[in-house]
């Protein structure tokens, strides 16, 4: 391997009421891929803004030397002119703009002024090959899904002519196909000299792009692994528990707290559930599901992208997805209107959404008011809150949840994604719901953050809540739930009790044909 391409020395970072760095120390061999691994809150997403200029030079201590020469960006252009390039994991792109556009916004080619489109077209044709994106460069981005969305990002970056590429969970919102693909762009670059940084909570990833990991925890460098180092016997030295220990500061013995269930009678039933798309009303995205959740169990629910998991879900709490919708829904052995939102929460139905950014928090208000939302009646009198009573109660479900958080006046948009989870939960939990519908509840969340949110659920179950665990993650629906059920195209295809299930018969279930 070469020298290094960068170096960070004794960064520190402190933010009101909080350290976030404390003298972390990050050196990037030239020609690398350079894993960062940490909890949320960790501190791998600020560091990465020191070193893109978010965090201008003056508001940290420490040094950055790129290539050799020190460096003191006072914003992103500044660091992306010396070839530093940072791909958020919150997508930057204009949905309503083309993608030629969005490659070249605020840096157009132009003269005198005047944008030269052919020039523009041409340099993005060329720049789309290169990421692998067919794709008309006149598309607009919100023609295209969010796979292609993530590759119009790097091609946006490789226009800046980009020598260091930082990825912040690059594969967090993509299905398997999508995400190997990503990860092969990633060793491609490689190939090319182009050195990557990648934070990634997905251990299987990290294991197979990169050639050396730091470990963050609590703002600080735990260590730094070399991924080709092996044993006498030709293994690798850096396992996944390896990794897991410096990440979390113990050993987790058990991916998934044990449980002994205690399952009663259904509390919650769907029957011949029929959902037709928002768009195109000829087609049936949910198409006659049938199935049951009993209190104090778990139930899952497996199914690749496009399955109808999401839509099923949302669909029945309140009708939030679809048109043409049809279908029973009972609790406890008595049919129920599930209308709308207010109907379905009045029902003691609870649904924590997958995107908790745009649909399950208010990131500009406070962790207080966030958890107090889905019921305000209990912290209010007479139509006005009791603000006393509102900070009790989101400090006890902080004390509880265990959020990361100096306040519950915190604005929530500034937690990590793991505590603002914990807040989505603590937010529904309040309302006292009998059926929590959770879908990809650890979506983006450390394994440390996710044990403890696995925690939670179980408690939950204990308390004869019915709970439905919707995820993508096949090994965390084998750890957690007592019956999984499987979609494909709309329609269950599968019903596989807890001794039964393996990843190899889930994976025959969600791949049936509409036909079977």
Known sequence: MAGPVLEMRSITKTFPGVKALSDVTLTVAEGEVHAICGENGAGKSTLMKVLSGVYPHGSYEGEILFRGETCEFRDIRASEQRGIVIIHQELALVPYLSIAENIFLGNEHST??????????????????????????????ADIGVGKQQLVEIAKALSKEVKLLILDEPTAALNDEDSRKLLDLILEFKEHGISCIIISHKLNEIARVADSITILRDGRTIETLDMKATD????????????????????????????????????????????????????????????????????????????????????????????????????????????????????????????????????????????????????????????HEEARVAESFRSTMNIKTPTVFETTGKLSGGNQQKVVLSKWIFAGPE??????????????????IYTVINDLAAQGKAVVFISSELPELLGMCDRIYTMSAGRLTGEIPRESATQEVLMRHMTMDRGN
């Open 112 to 141: 005198r002024g005047v944008i030269s489109w052919n020039e523009t077209l041409r340099h993005a044709g060329s720049l789309l090959k290169r990421v692998g994106l067919t794709d008309q460069p006149s598309t607009r981005v």
């Open 232 to 387: 006498e016997d030709g293994g690798s030295t850096v396992t996944e528990e390896r990794i897991i220990r410096g990440m979390v500061g113990r050993d987790l013995d058990h991916r998934f707290p044990e449980r002994e269930p205690e399952i009663g009678e259904v509390a919650f039933a769907v029957e011949d559930w029929t959902v037709h798309h928002p768009i195109d009303q000829q087609r049936k995205v949910v198409d006659g599901v049938s199935l049951n959740v009993r209190r104090g169990e778990i139930v899952g629910i497996a199914g690749l992208m496009g399955a109808g998991r999401t839509e099923l879900a949302m669909s029945v709490f309140g009708r939030s997805y679809g048109r043409g919708i049809s279908g029973r829904v009972y609790l406890d052995g008595k049919e129920i209107r599930t209308r709308t939102v207010p109907e379905a929460v009045g029902h003691g139905i609870a649904y924590v959404t997958e995107d908790r950014k745009h649909y399950g928090l208010n990131l500009i208000d406070d962790i207080s008011r966030n958890i107090s939302l889905s019921a305000l009646s209990k912290v209010a009198k007479r139509g006005v809150v009791n603000q």
């Open 435 to 452: 059926v929590l519908i959770l879908d990809e509840p650890t979506r983006g969340i450390d394994v440390g953050a996710k044990y403890e």
